[in-house]
């Protein structure tokens, strides 16, 4: 009875995939690593301020609809992992009194926003050859952020030092935007990519008056489970 119930299994297995590829469906895991950015509009009256690329990365799931030898249509379901960094340089403090404004000192201070999202990009694929070029949108739906803070100078002539560390970040629940890409294929399992995202929405919560927006930039390799092309 148990041999019966396997040979059973096993064919329902190998019409399962016979009809997966006779619908010219391929699935596959995708993992990539690169940098992202969050841009910022936060107004600052002094000093030097910078916002610098992080290390960023992708990992999850595909599926691809082929259509005749060159065109597809890809779905996919990532798990992504965006960071930022921002810093301010030599920015002065004032405080105000009866006699007008009044430096008290001046700090650099550097923040990391650490963000991860659930992805899910729509692409249109064609291919030249080994080559392939795809375009299409990115949803990305929120699921937590954290943020890092560090500050240190000179205030009221003591010098001064922050540090700390704010879990459970609010952003807003979902980014969209753009995401264009271009890969080769290395064989019938496997071919490397190179993608670029660029959010529009603004991420920050509504009640707050300056935007963020994401961007990341990501290489990587995907393998394909069933792909015989």
């Known amino acids: 009875m148990k041999i ?3 040979l059973c299994l096993a064919a329902l297995l190998v019409l399962a995939v016979n009809s997966i590829q006779s ?3 391929v699935f596959g895991a995708s993992a990539n690593l690169g940098l992202s950015k969050i841009t910022s509009n936060f107004p600052i009256t002094s000093g ?3 916002i610098d690329f992080a290390i960023s990365g992708n990992l999850g799931l595909f599926m ?3 259509f005749g030898n060159n065109s597809s249509i890809i779905v996919e379901a990532l798990w992504v992992q965006i960071q930022g960094k921002e810093s301010t340089d030599n920015r002065v403090l004032t405080n105000f009194t009866s006699q007008g404004p009044e430096v008290i000192g001046s700090i650099s201070d ?3 926003l650490h963000s991860s999202y659930l992805g899910i990009p729509i692409y249109y694929r064609h291919k030249f050859g080994k080559i392939g070029i795809r375009g ?3 949803t990305m739906l929120f699921l937590f952020a954290s943020l890092d803070f560090e500050a240190s100078g000179v205030v009221n002539n003591e010098p001064y030092q922050e540090k700390n560390k704010t879990d459970n970040v609010e952003l807003d629940g979902i980014d969209f935007g753009p ?5 080769y294929q290395l064989n019938s399992s496997f ?3 190179a993608d670029y995202f660029y959010g529009i929405i603004d991420i920050t919560p509504g009640i707050v008056s300056w935007e963020r927006k994401n961007r990341q930039i990501s290489v990587g390799l995907d393998y394909s489970f069933n792909n015989k092309n």
């Open 110 to 112: 550097r923040e990391r």
């Open 23 to 25: 619908q010219n469906l």
């Open 179 to 183: 995401k264009l890409g271009l890969d």
């Open 64 to 66: 691809e609809k082929q």
């Open 136 to 138: 299409g949108v990115q």
């Open 191 to 193: 071919r490397i990519r």
């Open 4 to 6: 019966q119930v396997k």
């Open 48 to 50: 030097e301020r910078s």
